[in-house]
């Protein structure tokens, strides 16, 4: 008897669920397992910065959910780069995973050469949190505004000198932004980390730094540093009687660090939703929310997906910012 056109539908969906059902059956084992082993938090950057602060936070309170170690690796360099490369290339099995800062969205705008696809090499985890970039100088300086910046960095002997988290960091490009909105011409230090740099701000050896509140923070209360303006949007409360650098006479300036968590692309999403679960646990636990309240970060514990829509508005935005200064680093 001859397959009618409908009997040949009927058995393309009995074949397609039979599929279905022993694929699942593949991968469930192996998800429902997870994790059996520790597992590796990359840190794009050096110890004693923001990421690693944040990567220190949250790693016992993640472990304690997953059952396993969660070991935090600082592998800084490049604006992030050399960190990402490696998680990029890591088995998407769960058990190699990355928290990343600002550098995420920023680099493929105004790096020439990237080593990785931000986009297709990284599967998002969870947004963690943003805290705003501050302008500070040692407390004796005699920059008191961002009107004295403005005016002293216009003119190019001497140069004005700020401390960089490194090549494509979030406070490179907070200074590489500043100059194209201001006409400044600041020249950045790089450093392999926040805390490195703020260490040559407090000796004199750097004029500035487009500063992390967590790194400059206890500098600031102990009257060694002098907070000139924040770089968010609204004041902060740490420094309720700061301006921002916008309403300081820089219209359109913010600048933020912010952190989200990323698995190598191919990891499965049942691991994905794992992890998420116990980045976002984590993120609710009153002594992690109190710590990262103390240098005044905002707690964001977002979806897989909104991470995503998250990143691509930045990079998004980053571009665009790049082709209208024409900002791009050099190797």
Request: charged share 15%; net charge neutral; proline share 7%.
């Amino acid at each position: 008897m001859e397959t009618t056109m409908s009997q040949k539908n009927i058995l393309n969906r009995l074949l397609l669920s039979a599929a279905l059902v022993l694929l699942a059956s593949a991968v469930l084992p192996v998800c429902a397992a997870y994790p059996e082993r520790p597992i590796t938090l990359v840190v794009t950057y050096p110890p004693g910065g923001t990421a690693d602060l944040v990567a220190r936070l949250l790693a016992p309170e993640v472990a304690k959910d997953l059952g396993q170690n969660v070991v935090v690796e600082n592998r800084g360099g490049a604006g992030g780069m050399i960190g990402g490369a490696l998680v990029a290339k890591a088995a998407p099995d769960g058990y190699t995973i990355m928290l990343d800062a600002a550098n995420h969205a920023q680099n493929p705008a105004v790096q020439p050469k990237m080593l990785f696809d931000t986009l297709k090499d990284f599967a998002p985890i969870t947004y963690v949190q943003r805290v705003p970039n501050i302008l500070v100088v040692r407390a004796d300086n005699e920059i008191q505004t961002v009107a004295d910046l403005i005016r002293l960095g216009t003119q190019k002997e001497p140069l004005l000198y700020y401390a960089s988290s490194g090549p494509g960091g979030a406070q490179h490009l907070a200074g590489v932004l500043f100059n194209a909105l201001t006409g400044t011409h600041l020249e950045a230090v790089h450093y392999k980390g926040g805390s490195a740099g703020i260490m040559d701000v407090l000796s004199g050896q750097v004029t500035m730094m487009f500063s992390t509140i967590g790194v400059s923070l206890p500098h600031a209360r102990a009257g060694k540093l002098r907070v000139i303006a924040v770089g968010s949007d609204k004041r902060t409360a740490a420094f309720p009687d700061i301006p921002t650098i916008a309403e300081a006479g820089v219209p359109g300036y913010a600048s933020y660090e912010w952190n989200g968590v990323y698995a190598p692309a191919g990891t499965p999403p049942a691991i994905i939703q794992r992890l998420n679960q116990a980045f976002v646990s984590a993120l609710k636990q009153p002594t992690v929310i109190a710590r990262i309240g103390e240098f005044n970060g905002e707690i964001i514990a977002s979806t897989p997906e909104e991470l995503d829509a998250f990143r691509r508005a930045e990079l998004d935005k980053w571009q665009l910012v790049a082709k209208k200064f024409n900002l791009q680093l050099t190797q």
